[in-house]
């Protein structure tokens, strides 16, 4: 921005100014901007804009949960989710067009990939969940106090665009949010997640799901190139380069019916994570469409709580958060232009599945 300005022939300080307004009070028409002189707002006009995605739809939850679905260039929908929580506000954002990774539990691994989502695109999901609050950081009502990188997409296989995101997220003259209530989740891309040690210091979520390489294989296939014990060196190489190194990986785990669930897999896992240092977030199966997959009893849950409570781990249970609108994790679809083709496979075997089931 300040190179912008340079070669304009006016002063670096215009950067902060422009990145005020935008960021600090939610404006995006040059013409606002009381403290730039005239001529400069005419000559921006002119060779600039402030253009933020556009809002297709916006569905509210029973529960407050909000979710838009949001077309960015090329005519595709990503999704965000806000997640209100007391005075907390956690906002999902997506990094890409779909996901390339394919994890068998998340509908948006079942659409196929398209593209990743610029910087612009992945910041202006932010300015635009606080916008439609009116909620910006200089009214003093925080509507969006954390971010997770955990919408659609592997945010790692998009590296220089989330970095550079995040980036303004924590940034004072951008939304000035702790560094410890940005959090970037991940399945695993390990290459990508120790280059990340090197320029960020943001919190960690790793998409684990499962005990033993096995099943991890199945649930989550890029485990099949970076398995688990790599993945968790990865994760302890990550803190080890930060300047507050007690901080921990959060591991997230979607408990799902009769396949992940059971007690031997949490005695497992209590064993696998037992030297890690981490936070458990169990998470129950949130159904969606061309899934046969099954949310487990509560019982279920809270017996694999019970177990690992009683290992040492903190460990919570997520609250189902948003499924009347299909915002809950797992659930969020956009629209696709898939290049892939996976969506066209997927919906064929689902639905040859199911007439086999019928049979």
Partial sequence: MEAFFLSMGEKPFRAQQILKWIHHQGVDDFDQMTNVSKVLRERLSECAEIRPPEIVSQHDSSDGTRKWAIRVTGGSLVETVLIPDGERGTLCVSSQVGCSLDCSFCSTGKQGFQRDLTAAEIIGQVWLAIKSFDGFPSTNKRIVTNVVMMGMGE???????????????????????????????TS???????????????????????????LRNELVPINKRYPI???????????????????????????????????????????????????????????????????????????????????????????????????????????????????????????????????
């Fill in 229 to 359: 014990a790599k993945l968790l060196a990865s994760c302890e190489n990550y803190w080890s380069k930060q300047s507050d190194t007690h901080r921990v990986t959060t591991v997230e785990y979607t408990l799902i019916a009769g396949v992940n669930d059971c007690v031997e897999q949490a005695k497992e896992l209590a064993v696998l994570l037992k030297d890690f240092p981490c936070k458990i977030n169990l998470i129950p199966f949130n159904p969606f469409s061309l899934s046969d997959y099954r949310r487990p009893s509560k019982n279920a849950v809270d017996r694999f709580w019970k177990i690992l409570n009683a290992a040492g781990f903190v460990t919570t249970i997520r609250s189902t958060r948003g499924d009347d609108i299909d915002a809950a994790c797992g659930q969020l679809v956009g629209q696709v232009a898939d290049r892939t083709k996976r969506s066209e496979r997927h919906r064929a075997n689902y639905t040859q599945t199911q007439v086999l089931n019928v049979r």
């Fill in 188 to 214: 695993g891309v390990v290459p990508a997640l120790d280059r990340l040690a090197e320029v960020a210091e943001v919190s960690l979520a790793i998409s684990l799901h499962a005990p033993n390489d096995t």
């Fill in 155 to 185: 945010p790692l296989l998009n590296f220089d665009n989330v970095v550079a995101a995040m980036n303004i997220m924590l940034d004072d003259f951008g939304y000035g949010i702790s560094k410890r209530r940005v959090t970037l989740s």
